[in-house]
């Protein structure tokens, strides 16, 4: 079965920078889209990064500058890389698969995957 697993969340520094790596397994298909997904407390989970189907990458605009998204020759790990951090992006940091391609809409990440991972914490004080 498909297995993701987050790993590197932590407390950080304002202004600071974390790596947060996903271990994917378990999907037998080459094709799929994953992304970086976020929960702040008391708000709606958002997209950060996604990676498409084809390989192209798409931020969330809000985010623009400061993530960048990668994925390893295997495409077995998916890296997430926050620069400048904000308390505002504290938040559980969730990683996630789709069996279609990605789809954004106004600067935004559609949140529709298939699997999810269980979630890393990152504090920024």
């Known amino acids: 079965h498909v297995q993701l697993v987050e790993s590197g969340g932590g407390s950080v520094q304002a202004g600071g920078y974390i790596t947060l790596s996903c271990l994917i397994s378990g999907y037998t298909s080459d094709t799929y889209s994953v992304g970086w997904l976020r929960q702040a407390p008391g708000k709606e989970r958002e997209g950060v990064a996604a990676l498409d189907t084809d390989g192209t990458s798409s931020i969330a605009d809000a985010l623009h500058g400061r993530v960048t998204i990668s994925q390893n020759g295997t495409k077995n790990w998916l890296h997430l890389r926050m620069f400048f951090l904000e308390s505002d992006d504290t938040a559980i940091y969730y990683c996630?698969?789709?069996?279609?391609?990605?789809?954004?809409?106004?600067?935004?990440?559609?949140?529709?995957?298939?699997?999810w991972g269980q979630g890393t914490q990152v504090t920024v004080s």
């Open positions: 996630a698969l789709g069996r279609k391609p990605l789809r954004t809409e106004n600067g935004r990440i559609i949140l529709d995957f298939d699997y």
